[in-house]
């Protein structure tokens, strides 16, 4: 049910704006493994306001580069389609997977911070910001392509 009420919020978030938190499918069969995109995060933080990437995938799909090919994706739009001037993300300090993503995509680590809508004493509240600009990333799509 929680999945779910999410799910219904990304939807609804797509519709309003025309971008979000995408749905990403396996190209070979069209399953459907979890989201990647872009987002306002709803809560006040220090670096407010901006825009976020974010990823979630099932964990039998972790491993095979797919986070990063939609993140890759989700960076062009937002760079690209959406002309914005930078993309920040940001997530627990342990959370090892996730930060390499950020650096796979050329982000740089530039603050840590405490996360509000963790409680204080809880081991995920110190989190880690990382930020990538657009000139930086049409560098890297240059020597990409
Ligand atoms: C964060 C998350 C999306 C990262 O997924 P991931 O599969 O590790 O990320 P990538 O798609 O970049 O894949 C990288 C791995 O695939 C391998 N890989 C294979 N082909 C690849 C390719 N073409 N390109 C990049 N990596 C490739 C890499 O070597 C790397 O392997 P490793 O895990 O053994 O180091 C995933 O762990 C997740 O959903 N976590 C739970 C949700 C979460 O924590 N979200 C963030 C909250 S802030």
């Known amino acids: 049910a929680e999945s779910d009420a999410m799910a219904d919020r990304c939807q609804a ?6 971008w979000g938190f995408w ?5 070979a069969s069209g399953a459907f493994i979890g989201f990647v995109g872009l987002h306002t995060p709803s809560a006040t933080l220090p670096f407010s306001p901006c825009v976020e990437i974010g990823w ?16 890759w994706a989700a960076l062009k739009t937002g760079f690209g389609t959406l002309d914005l001037s930078e993309i920040l993300s940001f997530t627990a300090i342990e959370n090892r997977r996730s930060r390499a993503l950020m650096e796979r995509l050329g ?39």
Do not use: N
């Open 23 to 27: 749905a990403v499918e396996l190209k």
């Open 13 to 18: 978030l797509i519709e309003e704006r025309g």
């Open 107 to 145: 982000m740089r680590e530039t603050e840590e911070f405490e996360h509000p809508g963790v409680p204080v004493g809880h081991p995920l509240r110190r989190h880690c910001l990382y930020r990538l600009d657009r000139e930086r990333f049409a560098a890297q799509l240059a020597a990409a392509e």
């Open 56 to 71: 979630r995938l099932a964990a039998d799909y972790w491993g095979q580069g797919l986070a990063s090919e939609a993140a």
